[in-house]
C-alpha cells in the first residue's frame, strides 16, 4: 500500500495531520515532514529504535549523521552539553531557520543519531508544520531528507510518495519546499568555527555574526562525520549529470556529442543560455537567481529523472558568494 498523504491548507486539516503525525512519531514510527529546506523523514531523536528505522528505510549509511530538530533554544540545549556563546548569538540571528550548530552531544541523544561520534546538529527549523509536530511530542527529532540515500532530496510530498511512498505509512504535505536546499551545517566545537556544508545561509553571513571562521568550508572527510552532506557522491539524480559551459547551441552539442551523449536522451537545466530547437529531451530554465534556482533545482532534477533522461546538462554557475551552496550539491550529484 502507498502512504497517506495528509494535506494541511486549511486550519482544520493542519491540527489533524499535527495530531496524527505526533500519535505516529510517539509510538516510535517513522513519517515524512515538510520543512523550508528539504522534506524530511522524522522520527524520535532520543529513540535509538526509532532512528535505526530512518536508516533502514532510507539505506543509510551509519556513518553519516541526522540532523536533530527542535522547537525552541530550551530544547536545543537540552541535545547539547555546551552552548557557547556563538551558538545564542547563531540562534538569535538565524533561528528559526536554514542553520544547523554542531555541538557537543548530549547524552540523551543515541549513538545512532550521531554516528557514533560525540557532537551533534541542531536546527529549529522555521516551517510551521514541523514546528507544531515538535511542540505536540515534546521530543527533538531526528530528520534527514526523505528520500532514498544519496539521490534527489525531496522538495513536495510527491517526490516522497514516488521514493518512499510504499515504505511509510505517512506523508504530510505542507508544500513545496521555500528554500529548496538543505541547511547550512557549521561546527562551533573547532577553533575557529568551520562551514561543514554551505547553504543559503552564507559563510560571509555568519562572519559578520560571530567573527573569524576558518579559510575554507570542509572538503576532507572527518571521522566520525559531524554532517550529512560529505559524502562525495549526494544529491544524485539516476541520470549521468555533467556541468558545462557554452557559447552557442553547436557548442553545447558538440560538447554532448564528443561525450557520446545523444540529444533525444540529454535533458538540458539553464539559467542564461537557453539552447533551442526541438531535438532535445528537454530544456528547463530557472532564473538567473540564488534563491529562485535553488528553490527550483531539485525538482527541475526529479522531473529530469521522470522523464527518463539518460544524461543532464546544467549550465555551471556564476563563482560568487550566493552561488556557492548550489554549487557544492551540483558537483556531488555530479560526482
Request: charged share 15%.
Amino acid at each position: 500500500m502507498m502512504a497517506e498523504i495528509l494535506p494541511t491548507h486549511t486550519a482544520s486539516l493542519f491540527n489533524d495531520a499535527v495530531r496524527r503525525a505526533a500519535e505516529w512519531l510517539r509510538a516510535g514510527e517513522v513519517v515524512a515532514l515538510p520543512t523550508e529546506t528539504v522534506y524530511g523523514l522524522a522520527a524520535n531523536a532520543l529513540e535509538a529504535k526509532a532512528v535505526a528505522k530512518i536508516f533502514a528505510l532510507k539505506g543509510r549509511p551509519a556513518h553519516n549523521p541526522i540532523i536533530v530538530h527542535v522547537a525552541s533554544l530550551a530544547m536545543a540545549r537540552q541535545c547539547v552539553t555546551d552552548w557557547p556563546a556563538a551558538a545564542g548569538q547563531l540562534a538569535k540571528s538565524f533561528w528559526p531557520g536554514p542553520l544547523t550548530l554542531v555541538l557537543p552531544k548530549s547524552p540523551a541523544i543515541p549513538a545512532p543519531v550521531t554516528a557514533g561520534g560525540a557532537t551533534v546538529g541542531v536546527r529549529w527549523p522555521s516551517h510551521p508544520f514541523i514546528q507544531a509536530v515538535i511542540r505536540e511530542c515534546g521530543f527533538p527529532l531526528a530528520a534527514p531528507s526523505a528520500n532514498l540515500s544519496n539521490q534527489i532530496s525531496p522538495t513536495n510530498a510527491s517526490h516522497v510518495q514516488k521514493s518512499l511512498g510504499r515504505n511509510l505509512a505517512l506523508i504530510v504535505d505542507g508544500g513545496q519546499s521555500q528554500v529548496g536546499i538543505e541547511s547550512t551545517v557549521i561546527d562551533l566545537t573547532t577553533t575557529p568555527p568551520r562551514v561543514l556544508r554551505p547553504g543559503m545561509i552564507h559563510a560571509e553571513s555568519l562572519t559578520a555574526v560571530i567573527g573569524d571562521l576558518a579559510t575554507s568550508i570542509a572538503n576532507h572527510p572527518l571521522s566520525p562525520l559531524r554532517s550529512p552532506g560529505l559524502l562525495q557522491k549526494h544529491y544524485a539524480p539516476k541520470a549521468k549529470l555533467v556541468i558545462l559551459n557554452w557559447a552557442s547551441d553547436a557548442d553545447l552539442r558538440a560538447q554532448l556529442e564528443k561525450r557520446g551523449w545523444k540529444l533525444a536522451n540529454s535533458h538540458v537545466i539553464t539559467h542564461t543560455h537557453i539552447p533551442a530547437g526541438a531535438d532535445w529531451g528537454g530544456v528547463g530554465v530557472i532564473p538567473h537567481d540564488a534563491e529562485a534556482f535553488a528553490r527550483a533545482l531539485y525538482g527541475e532534477l526529479h522531473r529530469c529523472d521522470e522523464a527518463g533522461a539518460a544524461g543532464i546538462v546544467i549550465e555551471a554557475l556564476p563563482d560568487t558568494i550566493e552561488w556557492r551552496a548550489i554549487a557544492d550539491r551540483l558537483n556531488r550529484a555530479a560526482s
